[in-house]
């Protein structure tokens, strides 16, 4: 039983270390900005001298 004490010791460290990083605003702000920003870059080399919107109007 004084076996499994340690892992279970990590385990329960590991859980509330991601849980502090889970709920943290700032992280998930960091992380949405640059996420988006690392996505526009391939989506707008994808759509280059694609016209999204007419000019001419509707």
């Known amino acids: 039983m004084v076996e499994k004490k ?5 385990l329960r460290m590991a859980r509330s270390t991601l849980s502090i990083i889970y ?3 700032f992280l998930w ?3 949405k900005s640059y996420g988006l920003f690392s996505l526009a870059i391939p989506v707008a080399k994808f759509l ?3 016209q999204v919107l007419p000019t001419g109007g509707i």
């Open 6 to 10: 340690k892992p279970l010791q990590l």
């Open 23 to 25: 709920n943290d605003h």
């Open 29 to 31: 702000t960091f992380v």
């Open 48 to 50: 280059d001298g694609f």
